[in-house]
């Protein structure tokens, strides 16, 4: 059992940064990819992130070259680095941990643990 817990949320103006954290504890194992997901209100649940365990990312394409997903290993630590903030990336963040190695479809069903999410509210 893997227990996942964000923080770093907050309110940031369009154009702002912020970085969420993720701390895992419980059963870590390194060989998992790891990701961020995201919902705004009204809408499905999307991927953000992924690292797989060889440390290859993959991110949604309206994030691509303002998000950046990193991971500590020896801190047991998930990080999503988020800079040129729009209105429309506001919704509520989660991270996640894998089934495999890989998660190239940044999809729902390629994650196993779950942590409760935080906030990001951008305004414009």
């Known amino acids: 059992q893997v227990r996942l817990v964000e923080s770093g949320g907050g309110s940031v103006q369009a154009g702002g940064s912020l970085r969420l954290s993720c701390a895992a504890s419980g059963s870590t194992n390194y060989g998992y990819c790891t990701g961020w997901f995201r919902q705004a209100p009204g809408k499905e649940r999307e991927g953000v992130a992924a690292?797989?365990?060889?440390?290859?990312?993959t991110y949604h394409g309206s994030v691509k070259g303002r998000f950046t997903a990193s991971r500590d290993n020896a801190k047991n630590m998930l990080y999503l680095r988020m800079s040129s903030l729009k209105p429309e990336d506001t919704a509520k963040y989660y991270c996640?941990?894998?089934?495999?190695?890989?998660?190239?479809?940044?999809?729902?069903?390629?994650?196993?643990?779950w942590g409760p999410g935080t906030q990001v509210d951008v305004s414009s």
């Open positions: 690292i797989g365990a060889d440390g290859t990312t």
């Open positions: 996640a941990v894998g089934k495999d190695k890989s998660c190239p479809q940044l999809a729902e069903s390629e994650f196993r643990y």
